[in-house]
């Protein structure tokens, strides 16, 4: 079955410290992968994507991630976060096929205290 | 300004009272999902819809009801809600395709007592 792992539910940082947010899928033979941010009381917004070539994508608020095939995993990673990447991240991945849906983990809260 | 709406964003209702949640969307998006958020369980998609008058069961289908009878709108029905069914809900769309990014409305919140 298709599934999204998010290896860490809560993951608590120090404000400047650098993180790694882990996601790991079930494999197939070719995949759209996804991260997604929610911060409190709002809706989620695309951080970041991976389609094709380069496997280092670069995201907004000075995330990045990398795709790795061989492990099927997409980790998220910031060298310094500050208080406002306080949030849920949510890694999600598309299987391809008709019903074109996303599969989602179920989260990794954020923490980063001063 | 490219937005998916929701409303209302808070309800609270009683259990077997009838309501509906409109979904709104102004990016002439053909897929539309509806999901629910709860605690330790991420989201999960409860129906979707590939383009007007088609739509389809998502993951937990039970006590939902869906209709898309025009492109924008996508509203989501309890015909008779339950406790179970207390959670935050997002509407969502996105052009067709598995490389577009998916948009996520503002939320609802639900409480059915």
């Known amino acids: 079955a298709q599934s999204v792992t998010q290896l860490d539910s809560q993951v608590p940082v120090f404000e400047e410290a650098p993180v790694e947010l882990r996601c790991n899928y079930s494999?197939?033979?070719?995949?759209?992968l996804f991260w997604y941010v929610q911060y409190p009381n709002q809706g989620l917004q695309l951080l970041l994507k991976?389609?094709?070539?380069?496997?280092l994508v670069k995201g907004i608020n000075g995330f990045e991630a990398e795709f790795n095939k061989s492990q099927t995993s997409f980790h998220l990673r910031k060298p310094s976060v500050h208080i406002s990447d306080t949030a849920e991240y949510f890694c999600?991945?598309?299987?391809?096929?008709?019903?074109?849906?996303?599969?989602f983990g179920k989260g990794t809260k954020l923490s980063v205290k001063p | 300004e490219a937005q998916v709406t929701q409303n209302p964003r808070y309800l609270i209702t009683v259990t077997g009272k009838k309501l509906t949640v409109t979904c709104s969307q102004n990016?002439?998006?053909?897929?539309m999902s509806w999901y629910r958020q709860d605690p330790g369980l991420g989201l999960r998609q409860i129906y979707y819809?590939?383009?007007?008058?088609?739509?389809d069961k998502g993951d937990v289908p039970e006590g939902y009801k869906v209709s898309r009878k025009e492109k924008r709108n996508f509203p989501l029905i309890l015909e008779s809600p339950s406790p179970n069914q207390t959670s935050l809900y997002f509407c969502?769309?996105?052009?067709?395709?598995?490389?577009?990014?998916?948009?996520f409305g503002p939320g609802t919140r639900l409480l059915v007592l």
């Open positions: 969502a769309s996105r052009e067709r395709g598995g490389r577009e990014t998916q948009y």
């Open positions: 819809s590939m383009n007007v008058e088609v739509t």
């Open positions: 991976y389609l094709s070539g380069s496997t």
């Open positions: 999600a991945v598309y299987y391809g096929g008709s019903q074109g849906n996303l599969i």
């Open positions: 494999s197939s033979v070719s995949v759209y």
């Open positions: 990016m002439n998006h053909e897929y």
